[in-house]
């Protein structure tokens, strides 16, 4: 079984002799991004699977499967298995957010796709136990237009509560507070690192969400077309 990974257009395959070292520096350049570690992520064979380990010290990353089913928050010290087909890992560093594929030759299980449920009736989106309004699924959708448009993994900036507000119009007051309810609603379905409160930086919290929002596909590339359709429609219901 092999572990290649794919990152603007190339890729990098990793051998069972030594770790294939992502960051900074390393087999996989990154980019020359401060904030970013020289080395943050390992491939790395171990016990008869590969593994994905985080070895930076601050910075966490995002990994999920292809269909939204898995998802898991790599935190600094940890490793998940690559035991499924095709994973997305998205981190952030500073102003900026990054994706990159992994791809699994011969994975040791294969996931299995459910639909989504759709209320029909009021609108409303449930994924799992949480529900979102059509306003509350626009704000995700405009976080998340930069990457749902590209057509391969690399880098992208999740724009300002202004510009993202202004895309929508909306005022920014409705943003944040809209912003506020997405991010508690999924804070209080176990979703880690989208709690607000003093310590909580805006900027984090709108990276985290985007990260959460792909991995997971509560947006999808589909979704571009309910911008256009909605800009201007103001509803101010939560």
């Not at 009736?121 to 979102?132: C, I, K, L, Q, Y």
């Not at 880098?155 to 119009?169: E, F, K, V």
């Not at 912003?179 to 989208?194: E, I, P, S």
Request: include cysteine; hydrophobic fraction near 40%; aromatic fraction near 8%.
């Amino acid at each position: 079984m092999g572990v290649t990974i794919e990152f603007c257009g190339e890729r990098f395959t990793a051998h069972p002799e030594r770790p294939l070292t992502i960051g900074r520096s390393g087999d996989v350049e990154i980019d020359d991004n401060p904030y970013l570690h020289r080395t943050f992520l390992h491939v790395v064979q171990d016990g008869g699977l590969w593994w994905l380990a985080n070895v930076g010290s601050t910075l966490t990353a995002t990994v999920a499967d292809q269909k939204g089913l898995f998802q898991a928050w790599l935190s600094p010290g940890a490793r998940v298995p690559l035991a499924l087909e095709r994973f997305t890992v998205w981190f952030t560093a500073g102003p900026t957010t990054y994706d990159f594929e992994v791809v699994v030759d011969a994975p040791a299980f294969a996931s299995v796709a459910t639909d989504a449920e759709e209320d029909d009736r009021t609108g409303e989106t449930t994924v799992g136990r949480v529900s979102f309004t059509p306003d509350q699924k626009l704000l995700m959708v405009a976080l998340c237009e930069g990457f749902l448009s590209r057509t391969y993994a690399g880098s992208g900036q999740i724009p300002s509560s202004a510009d993202a507000a202004a895309r929508l119009g909306w005022k920014v007051t409705k943003f944040n507070r809209k912003l506020d309810n997405v991010c508690q609603k999924l804070a209080d379905a176990g979703t880690r690192g989208l709690h607000g409160g003093p310590g909580k930086l805006a900027s984090n919290r709108k990276a985290r969400l985007v990260e959460h929002a792909l991995s997971t596909r509560l947006v999808t590339e589909a979704d571009l077309a309910l911008l256009d359709a909605n800009v201007g429609v103001e509803d101010e219901g939560k």
